[in-house]
Structure formats: structure tokens, C-alpha cells
């Protein structure tokens, strides 16, 4: 089945340091991916959809001067979370929407990141 | 934004025992889907019902959709200790194929 591997799986880093995070679709081609954002015991909240070769598309209130996504390739997607405060610590999470379901995005998610900014 | 709400937040059940989960949403949608999450993994999904659909079956799983009250049940049978996970609904509005997803219910099945 479809694999989407994320990395890395945990990083700690100090404030004002920009991470990079990276998504990969190891075994099909992701034309398009989602980056969602998850804090404890709550709902995964999309940031902001990734397409090849072309700008992401933002969600409300989601800067995307801080959230900087590129989506190179049909296989990659980065996120960098750029001058990272501590309100930016929580578990980020890829996915690619896996082709065979018309009409639907069915999603494969990376095993996501955990960031913590000190 | 949040479309779905699973209900209860919560459930404690025994090994094998039946879990049922609801979820409500909003506005109309094209489908619905269910995924599961491991404490600190990823999402993985579960199964998808479309909105001309009223039940699907995936194993020990039964999902239903009532989209006249814009509900979901996801029933797992005959649970298992390793069913322990949060379990999230997934709905995408008409117009868009995003799904956005509910708080999830946190279910521990106890052996």
C-alpha cells in the first residue's frame, strides 16, 4: 500500500531556529499533500494543502511567512517552520491523498513530528 | 474549520465487548471517513463512506451515515486490546474534497 514516510520524528531546537520538516511518498506520486497541525487530546487542523510546482494553498490564520511549504517534486513536500517560538511546539502531520477513490481524498499520513521549541 | 464532532470524547470497554462511536457534522457533505491514531503516530484510514451510501462493513468494522440527521457510527465488533486508539471522523464539504477532521474519540479496550 501507499507509504508516506515524514522526518524527522521528533526535534528539539532552540527559539529563533528555523526546522525543517520533510515528507516523502515512497511508493506512488503525490500530486497533491496536507499538512495538518495537532496539539493534545485535539483535532488535527489543516495548515495548509501542498501542490507540485505550485504555491500551497493557506488556510485562515495559518502565515505562511512562518509555515514556509514546498512541494518540489511529486514525491516531496518540506515544511519549515521559520523563527521558531514555543507556541510553535506541537506534532505536525503529513499526508498524501492516494489515488483509486474518485470523487474523495483518501489520505495516507506520515508517522509525524513532534517539535519542541525551548 | 472543525466540521465533525465524535461522541463521546471517551470509552472504556472490555475485550470483547462492541464500541460505538458517533460522529456529527455540519453542512453537507460528499463523504465521510473514518481513520484511526496510534498514540503519537500518524493517521491511518479506516474505511470511507460516500454520501449515497447508508452502510459499509470493512471486517469488524460497520459504519453508517444518516445524512438527514448528518451523523456517523463507526461500531467496532468484538474489540480488542490492540483497538486501543483515538478514532477520528473525516468530512469534506460539497465543493471541496478536503477533509477536515472531528476532536476524535479516545477508545481503550481493556484485556
Known amino acids: 500500500g501507499a507509504v508516506v514516510s515524514q522526518h524527522p520524528s521528533r526535534v528539539i531546537c532552540k527559539s529563533g531556529t528555523s526546522v525543517k520538516i520533510e515528507c516523502r511518498s515512497l511508493?506512488?506520486?503525490?500530486?497533491?499533500m496536507f499538512w495538518y497541525r495537532q496539539f493534545p487530546k485535539q483535532s488535527l487542523m489543516l495548515m495548509a494543502t501542498?501542490?507540485?510546482?505550485?504555491?500551497?494553498?493557506?488556510e485562515q490564520g495559518v502565515e505562511k511567512d512562518k509555515f514556509l511549504i514546498n512541494h518540489a517534486s511529486l514525491t516531496l513536500s518540506t515544511l519549515t517552520v521559520t523563527s521558531a517560538h514555543p507556541e510553535d511546539s506541537s506534532f505536525y502531520i503529513c499526508?498524501?491523498?492516494?489515488?483509486?477513490?474518485?470523487?474523495?481524498?483518501?489520505?495516507?499520513f506520515g508517522a509525524g513530528s513532534r517539535l519542541t521549541v525551548l | 474549520s472543525q466540521q465533525g464532532e465524535e461522541d463521546p470524547q471517551a470509552l472504556s470497554i472490555q475485550e470483547g465487548e462492541n464500541a460505538t462511536m458517533n460522529c456529527s457534522y455540519k453542512t453537507s457533505i460528499n463523504n465521510l471517513q473514518w481513520y484511526r491514531q496510534n498514540s503519537g503516530r500518524g493517521l491511518v484510514h479506516l474505511i470511507l463512506?460516500?454520501?449515497?451510501?447508508r452502510e459499509k462493513h470493512s471486517g469488524r468494522l460497520r459504519v453508517t451515515l444518516d445524512t438527514s440527521k448528518k451523523s456517523s457510527s463507526l461500531l467496532i465488533t468484538a474489540s480488542r486490546a490492540a483497538d486501543t486508539a483515538s478514532y477520528f471522523c473525516a468530512t469534506d464539504r460539497e465543493g471541496s474534497y478536503i477533509p477536515t477532521f472531528g476532536r476524535g474519540t479516545s477508545l481503550i479496550v481493556h484485556p
Open positions: 511508493d506512488f506520486q503525490a500530486t497533491t
Open positions: 501542498s501542490n507540485e510546482g505550485s504555491k500551497a494553498t493557506y
Open positions: 463512506i460516500r454520501s449515497n451510501e
Open positions: 499526508s498524501a491523498s492516494v489515488q483509486g477513490a474518485p470523487g474523495a481524498n483518501v489520505l495516507t
